[in-house]
């Protein structure tokens, strides 16, 4: 008895010591050598490998998550308000990024040893350790999460966003001017493309221009952070508001006083063309995207085409009083709002803004009855 218990000792203490080295137990610096074969069949014949794994998971990945790579990558998002420019935000969230990145490749490459210890993973719902490992990611930044990280964040893609949009309208532009030419069979010299001294996208001199750099620092922070599997998780919010802004101005510049044009139909080309394209770009690694890209991009499309359909009627609501008094016009704009309201849930919002204008414009001394009457009508009229 005494020699097997010598014998077990020995067999333990050679698979422990080699556990130490390759995964920085007990204060050895972990070294790159895999685990042998002997030391998980020690483990295995004992009973001991899930105990193992059970300890590394919980002194090297899940403590190093939690005291080191997260707390360094939140440093980054610490006093936002000190960097004195967008530039040095948006540089402020690539090294960020960056690190976090190196720091999980480095940690995942001693998750994917453990994984060789041959044990089955049943935690948290997880299947496997790696899983297991992106979903402690997650938690762990989540739980130490700054309150005001999102200003890296919304500095670093509504700058992305800015330069996108600008060549959308600058290809736009282009394609206007060729059609044209096409038409009037007139030359037409792009002067609007050489007149302007500072690039729309970057907001630098054209001579300087930094749109370039900008989207393939762009590309590889996407791409970074799509392999850890955070990219949705961290910008989901921040691009919300950003893209929300641009609709915003765009519905408000193309439906400014224009009641005799249907603007829907624009509207939705718009979004799919520059907002969507841009999500596109957003999610372009892999360059063959998988059903859960798609699945993320139909669901963030629906989401924005409600807004967007919920901005213009609201915007058409509120120059209702004027569509009335052109009607009939104004017809056009009566047929997308007609349109947008089965789309919205805005028909209580329309009358209650449709009694209120009434009542301000017609029902005060200084309009004659004649004038009440005829607004009234054509009221009537235009929204039957």
Not at 42 to 55: N, P, S, T
Not at 348 to 355: A, G, H, N
């Amino acid at each position: 008895m005494e020699t097997s218990d010598a014998e077990r000792k020995m067999v333990l203490d050679a698979a422990w010591d080699d556990l130490r080295h390759c995964f920085g137990l007990g204060g050895v610096k972990a070294d790159r050598h895999e685990v042998s074969g002997t030391t998980v069949a020690a483990l295995r014949h004992y009973g001991i490998a899930e105990k193992a794994v059970a300890h590394i998971q919980s002194v090297v990945v899940e403590k190093r998550l939690r005291e080191n790579i997260v707390p360094l990558f939140w440093s980054h998002f610490v006093e936002p308000g000190s960097l004195d420019s967008e530039e040095a935000k948006c540089d402020r969230f690539g090294a960020a990024v960056s690190r976090l990145h190196a720091d999980y490749l480095e940690l995942r490459q001693l998750v994917v040893k453990m994984s060789s210890l041959g044990c089955e993973c049943r935690l948290y719902g997880e299947t496997s350790y790696l899983g297991l490992f992106n979903l402690f990611l997650k938690g762990t930044l989540h739980s130490q999460m700054p309150a005001n990280f999102e200003v890296l964040v919304e500095a670093f893609y509504g700058r992305s966003f800015q330069i996108f949009c600008a060549r959308q309208e600058e290809d736009q532009a282009r394609r206007e001017r060729a059609r044209i030419r096409l038409d009037d069979s007139a030359e037409i010299e792009d002067d609007d493309e050489g007149s302007a001294l500072e690039c729309s996208g970057c907001r630098r001199e054209k001579e300087s221009c930094h749109c370039s750099r900008y989207l393939a620092q762009f590309a590889q922070m996407n791409s970074l952070l799509m392999s850890m599997d955070l990219l949705e998780r961290l910008t989901s919010n921040c691009l919300t508001r950003i893209v929300h802004v641009r609709i915003d101005r765009h519905v408000q510049d193309t439906c400014k006083g224009s009641f005799t044009i249907s603007h829907l139909e624009s509207l939705e080309e718009w979004l799919d063309a520059v907002v969507m394209g841009f999500m596109k770009m957003l999610y372009a690694q892999p360059a063959t995207p998988g059903d859960d890209t798609r699945v993320v991009l139909e669901s963030f499309r629906r989401r924005l085409l409600n807004y967007l359909y919920e901005t213009y009627t609201t915007t058409r609501i509120d120059q209702l009083y004027n569509i009335i008094i052109e009607f009939p016009e104004s017809q056009p704009a009566l047929e997308d709002i007609r349109e947008c309201l089965e789309k919205t849930n805005l028909r209580s919002f329309l009358t209650v803004v449709l009694q209120s204008v009434l009542q301000k414009k017609l029902l005060h001394l200084g309009v004659s009855t004649t004038d009440i009457l005829t607004a009234y009508i054509s009221a009537i009229k235009s929204l039957r």
